[in-house]
DNA sequence: CTAGGGTCCAACCGATCAGTTGGTATATGG
DNA sequence: CCATATACCAACTGATCGGTTGGACCCTAG
């Protein structure tokens, strides 16, 4: 049987990325993640360095490239409000990438990869300036933060939604976050 | 020298708050509490019962009535964005509070002290409507739920602004997030 | 074929974890 | 003034933490 020192790599990086979203840099042993992955944790020393140097390359692994193959369908503020429903969906897919990102800003002091992260957020505003052609960079800027903002939060500060909207579910939600994409591009677009 | 036990608990409550506040519920020892709070941590278990139930009363003791002395100040879709930054300038005070809010969403099941919280909530969605005459309540709550996600999440999800925003600080964001809720106010008012 | 380096793992290390215990100091009821 | 209950703390416990080590196994260069 060959060995596959990628296919372990990736293996504990997988496993990395599942327990980290669940419990968070401090709440994970390195032991839980030899356990799922299957690979003895001698190896995440021996490929990343230390459990903080795996967390990076983990949260790097599974949240650069979030935004890149993730177009803004259409024009106008229609296109805004589609656009935040696709990356609620992939969160519906994926449900560790808005925890990354939380626990991220939680217990880092930056972002990890942000060199190419930055680029990947600055190219979506220049899409949103393309969508709303009378927005200026700034307001499409935090347009772009709001709407990311509104669709992360609705994963990582649920409790919120228990108290704010009890008797809602997580469809009703993504139709109002939907909603409200709109409403704040077309604030933009007509200043 | 005589004993003050109520102040003894609220000792361990203060200095739990800033620990679980800066490195979450995994993230800080009992032993760091004690250190912080100068109590033996024995007295976190006769008073607390456990860690966890610690845990549980500290975001009580902090989250519980966060929104009950504050107030939507005035008429219109502006109030909204007042109260937007009044909430932001309550961060601002005490930014131990967003971090409380972020841990709880990540750390546990449900919110805690959820009863009266919810009440509160509902409180500040009827003087919403108060404000917003033409607002149903389905509205009302959904906008309720992501002004406070914009401002809570300006302060947990921080790493994001660097990445979209790198050229700000923190008072572009916090005029940015008081006009899209002004914007969102808006919108609700005149479906 | 074999020498040497990389892959992998079980077992181990000191430190730290949540939680407990035994004992002392302080209050209070009779 | 004494008995008892409570507040308090130093020191302890077994388990688990992040990280390391010694050696077995596998592949390739010569």
């Known amino acids: 049987m060959p060995w596959d020192t990628a296919r372990t790599r990736e293996r504990l990086l997988e496993a990395g990325s599942r327990q980290f979203a669940a419990t968070g840099f401090a709440g994970t042993s390195v032991a839980d993640i030899g356990r799922d992955s299957g690979v003895n944790k ?17 949260l790097a692994y599974r949240l650069d490239g979030l935004l890149d193959d993730l177009d803004v369908p259409g024009t106008g503020p229609e296109a805004v409000g589609a656009w935040a429903g696709l990356l609620w969906d992939r969160y519906v897919a994926d449900p560790d990438i808005a925890r990354l990102l939380a626990w991220e800003g939680l217990e880092l002091d930056g972002p990890a990869a942000a060199a190419h992260r930055t680029s990947a957020c ?43 909207t009890p008797a809602d579910d997580r469809n009703d939600r993504r139709a109002a976050t939907v909603r409200h994409a709109v409403v704040l591009a077309r604030a933009v677009q007509t200043p």
Do not use: C, M, N
């Open 42 to 58: 001698e190896r995440l020393y021996a490929y990343f360095g230390s459990k903080r140097e795996f967390f990076d390359h983990v």
């Open 122 to 164: 600055a190219e979506v505003t220049r899409r949103l300036q393309d969508v709303l052609p009378t927005a200026d960079e700034q307001a499409a800027r935090h347009l772009l933060l709001s709407v990311i903002t509104l669709v992360t939060g609705a994963w990582t500060l649920s409790g919120l939604a228990a108290l704010v």
